[in-house]
């Protein structure tokens, strides 16, 4: 058999590109294997290990395995809890079973933390039994608020690795209303700044059980003065709103933008009788400041006893009750 005159040439190259281009396509599948594991998968990051993990909702099947295999201790719960749904049942019959303490901790992905609830986070994190295993939903929003707040309090990490436990690496986007818990760490840092400190652990545990505040979502409220119902006849009800947060109100006309007060009007039986807003205007109120709004109440239906609820919200993140601040309350009685 002859050969032929001459062999056809590999380029030098071609192996390297070959190997390079397998690289690429490597790590790429790798990145969307873990980015779908992130996204719609378990979600299951260690966050300080043989002491906390982190998850989203697991099944009651995956719940046993991982509190089997990691000797969990305590499940915290970041859903709140809600005891007409299937998931909360479920993981509750799994914890009692196995004698696993659950602690139910209601935070929302997609508003500043609630000052009373991120006080028990604390004292959840102080006082549970380890090894933990957090939750919520997807694992990303909630859940790395809480991981990041454990990094923070009881870790080692450098404080901007342990705020990215909050990250996209996590699955969480800071955009739209999630990025409300990106504000809470904003407003720590600015608080550093504002009295000249470094942060360290001592430091972040006093601001976030002594000063924290939910931005501009802070306000007390008072009758200006007390109107005097009478039956069928509309009324006004002058509140007065006064500025105890860290940050201004912005009122604005329209109802679906800026700060605006709003009431709702119940009466014995439980019943809502009336709603509404007020503040429908254009306004600023520096921390420090108050404004006086005026509330149009319709005439009550019938004689008796009601109590008027009335609250600030910032439209597109939260009435301000939510995050932990008071809401007005005044009962009143209309006579025939």
């Known amino acids: ?6 062999l056809p040439m590999t380029p030098r190259r071609s192996l390297p590109r070959a190997v390079a281009l397998g690289c690429l396509i490597g790590l790429g599948l790798t990145a969307f294997a873990e980015a779908g594991r992130v ?31 990691l000797g969990i201790r305590t499940v ?48 959840v994190l102080d006082r549970c039994e380890y090894p ?18 454990s990094a923070l309090l009881h870790g080692d990490r450098p404080y901007a690795e342990a705020r990215g436990l909050l990250g996209l690496r996590y699955g969480h986007l800071a955009l739209g209303r999630p990025a409300n818990l990106d504000r809470f760490f904003g407003l720590y840092e600015e608080w550093l700044r504002a009295g000249g400190q470094t942060h360290s652990l001592a ?16 306000a007390e409220l008072s009758l200006a003065e007390t109107p005097k119902p009478t039956l069928l006849e509309p009324f006004a ?5 006064r500025n105890v947060s860290v940050r201004p109100w912005r009122f604005k006309p329209g ?4 700060t605006h007060l709003t009431f709702v009007v119940v009466d014995a039986d439980g019943g809502q009788v009336a709603w509404g807003k007020g503040g429908l205007f254009d306004a600023e109120v520096a921390p420090g400041e108050s404004l006086d709004v005026t509330l ?15 609250d600030l919200c910032e439209e597109q993140h939260c009435s301000y009750f939510q995050v932990g601040s008071e809401p007005l309350e005044w009962e009143f009685e209309v006579r025939d």
């Open 203 to 218: 430091t972040f545990r006093a601001w976030l059980l002594n000063d924290y505040c939910p931005g501009e979502c802070r």
């Open 39 to 69: 996204l719609v998968g378990h979600n299951f990051h260690t966050v300080e290990p043989g002491r906390v993990y982190r998850t989203a909702q697991p099944s009651p099947q995956r719940l046993e395995r991982l509190i089997r295999t």
């Open 255 to 258: 109802s679906n933008a800026g």
């Open 237 to 241: 009800c002058r509140v007065r709103c």
């Open 1 to 6: 058999m002859e050969l032929p005159s001459t």
């Open 132 to 149: 933990i295993l957090m939750h919520c939903q997807r694992g990303a929003d909630r859940t790395g608020f809480a991981a990041a707040v």
């Open 76 to 123: 915290v719960n970041l859903r709140g809890r809600c005891l007409d749904a299937d998931w909360y049942r479920d993981e509750c019959r799994v914890a009692a079973r196995l004698g696993v303490c659950q602690e139910d901790l209601c935070f929302s992905a997609g508003r500043l933390p609630s000052v009373p609830e991120t006080r028990r986070l604390v004292e």
């Open 296 to 310: 149009a109440l319709p005439g009550m239906p019938a004689a008796g006893r009601y109590l008027l609820v009335v």
